[in-house]
């Protein structure tokens, strides 16, 4: 631990000194040049519904606009949360499951996450859809710090708002290469046609596929592989009159890859990393399907909009259950000589409805009204069997046996139904000149049933909460504000699969205090943000797998207290050289804890204390018609908390990644490498008396990789 907080305090002061760089670069650039030159890029967002400069939204924002999308070369989620502050994203388990933790808020599994996530508008709103792949897009936001009187439920550790490129006037297309490490490929085209001179038609699409690069050395096969993963999207939009237009999308995605590949770790040291050893290969599969339309009508005064959406998604897995095979480990699961396996099948259905109001920007008193509902259907059945062939052969067992009744052993299945109702009012009002006042307040209502349709019986529960918010800005000058906040957050309780030791969880609620600031300075050349929080969460909601049931627990943690702080700069320093820099920090406590006492004092679980990144961004012409990229990132994240014990700590680790290319406005080369300085670490680890298990598991994050990447536009 020493180690790790010498390389802490060193990477503060690292990024400290940039910060301090940032400040003073840019002056010395500009006493020096002869001519004035163009600040950094201005991006527009959407983060309060309504189109606004960055700089003057008063919430902790990272965006991404399509310049800065391409740069960084950004095609998955995790490409862009690396980026933020304070915000982490890890894989786990199955192909489309993750944890997103932002400012100490963890996301948990067959639960609803602590991130509200809208795409062009509309929420999705189950945890499988925030993993994408990220291809023909206009830009990312990610907002931190509970949003729930605007974005409501589930908004309670922030919100991402990803919108795709629309159709525009002209006839337009892209196309983009990837070719990577363990043949890793990812093929992507768009094309945009207008139709007559009010309409336009964009279709997009992407293909993955991966070989791997995490090796299973029980059979020799990477385990992390994908066969394939293809997604196939259109959106079509109309004016159908000045005042009336309609936004459609569809998009329909398939997938296979590799999953389940955590390695038993006898040593139970969460910095000792293991290569997973097992003798079912895990396999998940499954598709999505999404479609949506939006209606805007512009009124006297604002527009109307009606934003309906509609998702099926399937996900299913097959693997190991005890993470080992019977060569390694003769004696079996728990020395009952037998190797066992697992597998789960979960289908969603979902449909939304939403009507919102918005006022005039121009009015000194705005306003926002809306309602909301949701339907979801959720099945999940959840097996567990006798690895047969594993145990008799000491080889490869089958997935196939969790469909021989006479093996399993254990068997979960549940239906869950939710209506979700809700009504919310912002308003932005000018005080003076100078000083803003905004507030919202949004009441959700879950009612929640589940059946056992293995033992019969349906139990019911309703969830509701008062989400207000109040937010004070004052302007010192058009490039400099500060802002005070107090927002709250609402996560649903629910329903754990039926038999579990703990049959149902409480919602969380949690209130936010926070100061910020924001500035532009020396003509847009040197942006400096930043903010201080405190935050209370009631029955704060983690998450445990209880391997001896095959069960997947969510529990509440009665009452836990988050501090942070955070603080970001961008600096034009020289003419195309910018320097990028952040730094967060989040310190959680237990307060109380009914279901372990003895933790309280200690950490929430998947928290990280402190990270930060620090970048750099070159462009300079080639030629007349070509220009130059590079660009590096460091991401250093600190000491990893895995559960509630805080026995379990990762250490601090350091991932930076490169990247070079030429380019021009119709075509792009790349090279891109990413952790390069060959970290191995875990992405999720699970300690036995937390997993049902004799033995702490890991799942391995991604290695060393490089790609080649071409891009065409027409």
């Known amino acids: 631990m020493k180690k790790a907080s010498q390389q802490k305090l060193t990477a503060m002061g690292s990024i400290a000194s940039a910060i301090a760089m940032a400040w003073a670069g840019p002056a010395v650039a500009q006493e020096e040049a002869e001519a004035e030159t163009q600040g950094l890029n201005t991006i527009v967002v959407t983060a309060q519904t309504r189109e606004q400069e960055l700089q003057d939204v008063p919430i902790q924002v ?16 995790q490409d862009f949360i690396d980026l933020v502050p304070n915000v982490s994203f890890d894989d786990s388990f199955t192909y489309l499951n993750s944890f997103v933790v932002v400012r100490g808020v963890t996301q948990i599994n067959n ?18 859809q925030l993993k994408l792949n990220l291809f023909d897009l206009e830009r990312i936001e990610v907002l931190k710090g509970p949003q729930g009187g605007l974005y409501g439920r589930n908004a309670i550790g922030g919100a991402i708002n990803i919108v795709t490129k629309r159709p525009g006037d002209d006839f337009s297309g892209m196309a983009r290469a990837i070719y990577g490490r363990g ?9 945009s046609a207008p139709i007559g001179n009010s309409a336009g038609l964009r279709v997009s699409g992407n293909y993955v596929t991966d070989n791997g690069r995490i090796e299973n050395s029980f059979t020799g096969e990477n385990v992390d592989f994908v066969d394939h993963d293809w997604e196939l999207r259109g959106r079509f939009v109309a004016e159908l009159s000045p005042s009336v237009e309609v936004d459609l999308r569809a998009s329909y995605r398939d997938f296979q890859a590799g999953g389940i590949y955590d390695a038993q770790v006898a040593s139970g040291n969460a910095n000792e990393i293991v290569a997973p050893s097992v003798n079912i290969e895990g396999l998940t599969f499954g598709n999505i399907f999404e479609a949506t339309m939006k209606w805007d009508f512009a009124l006297g005064g604002g527009t109307l909009s009606s934003i309906s ?25 728990a020395g009952l000589n037998l190797q066992l396996g697992q597998g789960q099948d979960l289908g969603v259905e979902l449909l939304s409805q939403e009507l919102r109001y918005v006022s005039d920007d121009s009015l000194p008193f705005r306003w926002i009204l809306g309602a909301y509902y949701l339907h979801t259907n959720r099945d999940l059945q959840t097996r567990g069997f006798i690895d047969l062939e594993g145990t008799t052969t000491g080889g490869v067992g089958s997935r196939d046996q969790i469909d021989n009744p006479a093996l399993v052993i254990i068997n979960n299945n549940a239906s869950d139904s939710n209506d979700a109702y809700a009504v919310y009012a912002n308003f932005e009002y000018d005080l003076t000149d100078s000083l803003i006042l905004q507030g919202a307040l949004r009441y959700d209502r879950d009612e929640r049933e589940q059946t056992d349709l293995i033992n019969g019986g349906t139990v019911s529960d309703s969830f509701d909460a008062v989400q207000p918010k109040i937010t004070l800005t004052y302007r010192f000058t058009d490039d400099a504000l500060i ?15 039926p038999g579990t030791a703990i049959p149902a969880f409480d919602d969380e609620y949690l209130q936010n205090f926070e100061a ?24 704060f909601q983690f998450f445990f797998v209880d391997a001896t049931t095959a069960s997947q627990i969510i529990g509440n943690i009665d009452e836990v207290d988050i501090f942070g702080i955070e603080l970001e700069a961008q ?3 020289a003419d195309g050289l910018q320097i990028f820099a952040g730094i967060g920090t989040t310190d959680t406590e237990i307060k109380a804890n009914a279901l372990d006492p003895s933790t ?63 380019e021009n406005d119709r075509f792009g080369l790349f090279f891109s490498a990413n952790n390069i300085l060959g970290e191995a670490y875990y992405a999720d680890y699970n300690p036995g008396n937390f997993a049902g298990l004799t033995e702490d598991i890991g799942f391995r994050a991604q290695p060393s990789t490089w790609s080649i990447e071409a891009t065409a536009k027409f």
Request: aromatic share 12%; no cysteine; proline share 2%.
């Open 600 to 662: 309280v004092g200690n950490k929430t679980p998947k928290t990280t204390d402190f990270n930060g990144n620090l970048g750099f961004q070159y462009n300079a012409a080639l030629t007349d018609d070509l220009d130059l990229l590079i660009r590096g990132d460091w991401e250093l994240r600190g000491d990893k908390f895995w559960q509630v014990d805080n026995v379990d700590v990762q250490e601090a680790i350091d991932l930076v990644s490169f990247r070079v290319g030429i």
């Open 571 to 573: 600096a034009l320093v």
């Open 183 to 191: 043949d890793f490929v990812n093929l992507s085209a768009a094309v």
């Open 516 to 539: 910020g600031f924001k500035t532009s300075s020396l003509g847009n050349r040197l942006i400096i943000n930043g903010a201080i929080y405190f935050s209370k969460s009631d029955d």
């Open 483 to 497: 802002y005070g906040t107090y927002s709250t957050g609402f996560r649903s309780g629910g329903f754990n699969a």
């Open 309 to 333: 959406g509609y998702t099926d998604l399937t996900e299913d897995y097959r693997g190991d259950l005890d993470f080992s095979n019977a060569v390694d480990d003769p004696d079996g699961f």
């Open 111 to 128: 639960a609803d996450s602590p991130v509200a996530v809208i795409v062009d508008g509309v929420p999705q709103n189950n945890q499988k």
């Open 62 to 77: 990272a965006a991404f606009g399509e310049d800065q999308i391409e740069d960084a070369g950004i095609i998955s989620t």
